[in-house]
Protein backbone atom coordinates (compact mmCIF):
# COMPACT_ATOMS: atom_id res chain seq x y z
CA UNK A 1 0.00 0.00 0.00
CA UNK A 2 1.23 3.40 -1.35
CA UNK A 3 1.93 5.88 1.83
CA UNK A 4 1.77 9.07 -0.49
CA UNK A 5 -1.33 10.47 -2.40
CA UNK A 6 -1.68 14.03 -3.80
CA UNK A 7 -4.37 15.84 -5.08
CA UNK A 8 -4.99 19.67 -6.85
CA UNK A 9 -7.53 21.58 -5.89
CA UNK A 10 -8.89 23.70 -8.81
CA UNK A 11 -10.92 25.88 -6.02
CA UNK A 12 -12.70 25.95 -2.83
CA UNK A 13 -15.18 23.60 -3.53
CA UNK A 14 -12.72 21.04 -4.31
CA UNK A 15 -10.16 21.94 -1.47
CA UNK A 16 -13.85 21.94 1.01
CA UNK A 17 -14.77 18.31 -1.11
CA UNK A 18 -10.76 17.01 -0.13
CA UNK A 19 -11.31 18.34 3.14
CA UNK A 20 -14.79 16.55 4.18
CA UNK A 21 -13.82 13.65 2.91
CA UNK A 22 -10.76 13.69 5.31
CA UNK A 23 -12.90 14.74 8.18
CA UNK A 24 -14.73 11.52 7.20
CA UNK A 25 -12.09 9.10 7.19
CA UNK A 26 -10.28 10.42 10.73
CA UNK A 27 -13.95 10.89 12.99
CA UNK A 28 -13.58 7.24 13.73
CA UNK A 29 -10.32 7.12 14.99
CA UNK A 30 -8.76 10.61 15.46
CA UNK A 31 -5.58 11.48 13.48
CA UNK A 32 -2.43 13.62 13.88
CA UNK A 33 -1.61 15.72 11.11
CA UNK A 34 1.66 18.04 10.55
CA UNK A 35 0.83 20.65 7.91
CA UNK A 36 3.52 22.53 5.79
CA UNK A 37 3.67 25.32 3.35
CA UNK A 38 4.08 29.05 2.45
CA UNK A 39 1.91 31.83 4.24
CA UNK A 40 -1.09 31.84 2.01
CA UNK A 41 -0.77 28.52 1.33
CA UNK A 42 -3.69 27.05 2.15
CA UNK A 43 -3.53 25.07 5.94
CA UNK A 44 -5.69 27.64 8.03
CA UNK A 45 -8.17 26.88 5.06
CA UNK A 46 -7.97 22.94 4.92
CA UNK A 47 -8.01 23.00 8.94
CA UNK A 48 -11.28 25.44 9.22
CA UNK A 49 -12.70 22.93 6.13
CA UNK A 50 -12.13 19.60 8.07
CA UNK A 51 -12.86 20.86 11.33
CA UNK A 52 -16.42 22.33 10.26
CA UNK A 53 -17.02 18.22 8.30
CA UNK A 54 -16.15 17.58 11.56
CA UNK A 55 -18.82 19.30 13.88
CA UNK A 56 -17.05 22.22 14.75
CA UNK A 57 -19.57 24.70 15.79
CA UNK A 58 -17.27 27.39 16.94
CA UNK A 59 -15.35 29.81 14.54
CA UNK A 60 -11.90 27.97 13.74
CA UNK A 61 -9.36 30.95 13.69
CA UNK A 62 -5.39 30.58 13.33
CA UNK A 63 -3.53 29.80 16.61
CA UNK A 64 -0.82 32.38 15.44
CA UNK A 65 -0.58 34.14 18.38
CA UNK A 66 -1.92 31.62 20.83
CA UNK A 67 -0.33 28.38 19.73
CA UNK A 68 -3.35 26.36 20.21
CA UNK A 69 -6.99 26.39 19.96
CA UNK A 70 -9.01 23.79 21.19
CA UNK A 71 -12.68 22.54 19.97
CA UNK A 72 -15.02 20.08 21.42
CA UNK A 73 -18.27 20.94 20.08
CA UNK A 74 -17.28 18.30 17.21
CA UNK A 75 -17.57 14.37 16.53
CA UNK A 76 -14.07 14.31 18.30
CA UNK A 77 -12.34 17.14 19.82
CA UNK A 78 -9.86 19.02 17.62
CA UNK A 79 -6.98 20.37 18.42
CA UNK A 80 -5.14 23.14 16.46
CA UNK A 81 -1.42 24.03 16.93
CA UNK A 82 0.58 26.63 15.03
CA UNK A 83 4.64 26.68 15.73
CA UNK A 84 5.33 29.62 13.65
CA UNK A 85 5.95 32.24 16.55
CA UNK A 86 7.91 29.49 18.43
CA UNK A 87 11.89 29.77 18.46
CA UNK A 88 13.98 26.18 18.60
CA UNK A 89 13.46 26.22 21.84
CA UNK A 90 10.21 26.96 22.84
CA UNK A 91 9.46 23.92 20.15
CA UNK A 92 11.42 22.18 22.63
CA UNK A 93 9.22 22.70 25.54
CA UNK A 94 6.18 21.47 23.95
CA UNK A 95 7.15 18.21 21.71
CA UNK A 96 5.66 16.26 25.10
CA UNK A 97 2.35 17.94 24.38
CA UNK A 98 2.44 17.15 20.83
CA UNK A 99 3.19 13.55 21.79
CA UNK A 100 0.51 13.73 23.83
CA UNK A 101 -2.04 14.99 21.51
CA UNK A 102 -0.76 12.43 18.96
CA UNK A 103 -2.62 9.64 21.14
CA UNK A 104 -6.27 8.66 21.06
CA UNK A 105 -9.67 8.88 19.35
CA UNK A 106 -8.78 13.78 18.44
CA UNK A 107 -7.74 15.44 15.30
CA UNK A 108 -4.65 17.12 15.90
CA UNK A 109 -3.49 20.04 13.38
CA UNK A 110 -0.15 20.92 13.67
CA UNK A 111 0.53 24.18 11.33
CA UNK A 112 4.33 25.30 10.49
CA UNK A 113 5.71 21.56 11.53
CA UNK A 114 8.78 22.38 9.94
CA UNK A 115 9.68 24.46 13.15
CA UNK A 116 9.05 20.90 15.09
CA UNK A 117 12.63 20.23 13.85
CA UNK A 118 11.51 17.12 12.35
CA UNK A 119 10.61 15.64 15.96
CA UNK A 120 7.65 14.51 15.25
CA UNK A 121 8.23 10.84 14.85
CA UNK A 122 5.27 9.44 16.04
CA UNK A 123 2.50 8.05 13.79
CA UNK A 124 1.11 11.01 11.76
CA UNK A 125 -0.14 12.21 8.24
CA UNK A 126 2.18 15.17 7.12
CA UNK A 127 0.59 17.93 4.38
CA UNK A 128 2.36 19.86 2.41
CA UNK A 129 0.24 22.78 0.64
CA UNK A 130 1.39 24.24 -2.25
CA UNK A 131 -0.19 26.50 -4.36
CA UNK A 132 0.53 27.87 -8.37
CA UNK A 133 -0.44 31.57 -10.03
CA UNK A 134 -3.89 30.27 -11.05
CA UNK A 135 -4.58 29.90 -7.25
CA UNK A 136 -5.05 26.01 -7.59
CA UNK A 137 -3.81 24.20 -4.58
CA UNK A 138 -1.58 20.59 -4.49
CA UNK A 139 -2.09 18.89 -1.28
CA UNK A 140 0.70 16.64 -0.91
CA UNK A 141 0.18 13.61 1.58
CA UNK A 142 2.58 11.51 3.36
CA UNK A 143 1.30 8.56 6.02
CA UNK A 144 3.31 7.29 8.63
CA UNK A 145 2.29 4.43 10.87
CA UNK A 146 0.22 1.57 9.74
CA UNK A 147 -3.54 3.14 10.26
CA UNK A 148 -2.17 6.34 8.54
CA UNK A 149 -1.28 4.39 5.63
CA UNK A 150 -4.89 2.46 5.05
CA UNK A 151 -6.41 6.19 5.80
CA UNK A 152 -4.58 7.55 2.81
CA UNK A 153 -5.44 4.48 0.68
CA UNK A 154 -9.38 5.35 1.53
CA UNK A 155 -8.73 8.90 0.57
CA UNK A 156 -6.78 8.00 -2.64
CA UNK A 157 -10.37 5.89 -3.81
Known amino acids: MNNRYEKICHNLDETKELA????????????????YGEIGAGKTAFVKLAADALGVREKVTSPSFVILNEYHTAKIPVYHFDLYRLENEGVRTILDELREYSEGRQATFVEWAEFSQDEIPF?????????DE???????????GHDNIELLGDLSK
Do not use: M, P
Not at 24 to 32: A, D, T, Y
Not at 134 to 144: Q, T
Open 20 to 35: QKFAKLIEKKGCFVSL
Open 123 to 131: NHIKINVTY
Open 134 to 144: DESRKYSFEAF
